[in-house]
């Protein structure tokens, strides 16, 4: 008796592939201005972040605009005054180390040359040549940290149009709120607004307390460093406090920077610098970000990395930083999506 066969028939129309094309080219289109996306976002996460203060200042019946002036002064005011205090020690700590680094890549390389009587393969010949060839391409390396550097910031075009979007952002009251109220249907407006404002909450939360997070590792780092008596202690400090905008890695990978210069300088150096490190990220993990942070992201940790790894192939650094923030934002679109399944069911 021959079993029975089942029959799965699938009918697509024109109107379902239709779709999908139009899906598809959206997304193509999307990803084609990435750029664009990533200012008007970069805006929209200052906007989030600064907008609690002008709504106090606004309580205290201060002017709107005013109340954004006044703000945005007083941080275009700090930055100068961290470029004008800041810049000088820095060049002079990049050139120092630039002019040293064949001296350092000398000691690294002598070091290692123990590794040639424990090695029948070419596995520590292959290592010392790597570390040879960047010490010899040390400009080159030190151009790309910089153009990287000026691809995260998009440009003095890119900046200005950051902070004059974001500032319009916060001048026009709710402007995302009056943008949702002219583009959704009345019907779904109430849940547009509702999103938007957690979005905003959430974003903005993240930055205000990244930021703060950051400025205290920098500051212990920077003042523990000098104690320790290990050079270019601002430049290794900024490292640490930029690296903490990746959660997760962002200690380890500041740290080891900060280990390759205490052993060339001194390799005794090395444990201070291990303590000094492993009591920051201790602090930062039981008292900081519980402090400082809580459980703003709410992300596992394989997700976060994930979506990290995912920004930095896309759009470099500055995919790395925005990843955090689309992921949460992903996140609370996706958990009311399921949400709203579960009370159908």
């Known amino acids: ?127 010392i040549d790597e570390i040879n060839s960047l010490g010899a ?68 939360r993240w930055l205000r307390g990244q930021l703060l997070l950051s400025l205290i590792v920098f500051t212990i780092i920077y003042v523990g460093l000098l104690i320790i008596g290990v050079k270019y202690a601002l430049v290794l400090a900024i490292i640490a406090g930029l690296a903490e905008f990746i959660p997760y890695l962002g200690p380890l990978i500041s740290s080891i920077p900060a280990l390759l210069v205490s052993f060339i300088q001194a390799p005794v150096l090395i444990i201070a610098v291990v303590i000094l490190y492993y009591l920051t990220h201790w602090l930062e993990s039981h008292i900081i970000v519980p402090q400082v942070m809580g459980r703003i992201i709410g992300l596992n940790p394989i997700i976060i990395i994930a979506v990290m790894l995912i920004g930095f192939r896309l759009a470099g650094l500055v995919g790395v930083v925005l990843a955090i923030p689309l992921a949460m934002t992903a996140n609370i679109i996706l958990g009311d999506i399921i949400h709203a399944r579960s009370a159908r069911e």
């Not at 664009?36 to 002017?63: H, T």
């Not at 990287?148 to 709710?174: A, K, N, W």
């Open 137 to 204: 391409n040390w400009q080159g390396a030190a151009g790309k940290i910089f153009s990287s550097l000026v691809t995260f910031f998009g440009g003095i075009l890119s900046f200005i149009l950051i902070m004059v979007l974001s500032f319009y952002m916060i001048v026009e009251d709710r402007a995302l709120n009056k943008l949702i109220l002219s583009v959704v249907p009345e019907e779904n407006q109430p849940y547009a607004l509702s999103l938007s404002s957690r979005i905003e909450r959430g974003v903005g």
């Open 1 to 127: 008796m021959e079993g029975e066969k089942n029959t799965v028939n699938i009918n697509i129309s024109w109107q379902g592939i239709l779709k999908i094309i139009v899906v598809l080219a959206v997304i193509y289109f999307l990803f084609l201005i990435r750029g664009v996306l990533a200012i008007l976002f970069v805006a929209y996460l200052l906007s989030s972040a600064i907008e609690p203060a002008v709504d106090w200042l606004q309580r205290k019946r201060i002017p709107r605009v005013l109340s954004a002036a006044i703000l945005y002064l007083a941080v275009i005011s700090l930055l100068g005054l961290f470029v004008y205090l800041f810049a000088p020690p820095i060049a002079k700590e990049v050139v120092e180390f630039s002019k040293n680094s064949p001296e350092y890549v000398s000691k690294i390389t002598s070091s290692l040359s123990f590794l040639d009587g424990y090695s029948n393969d070419q596995n520590s010949a292959t290592l």
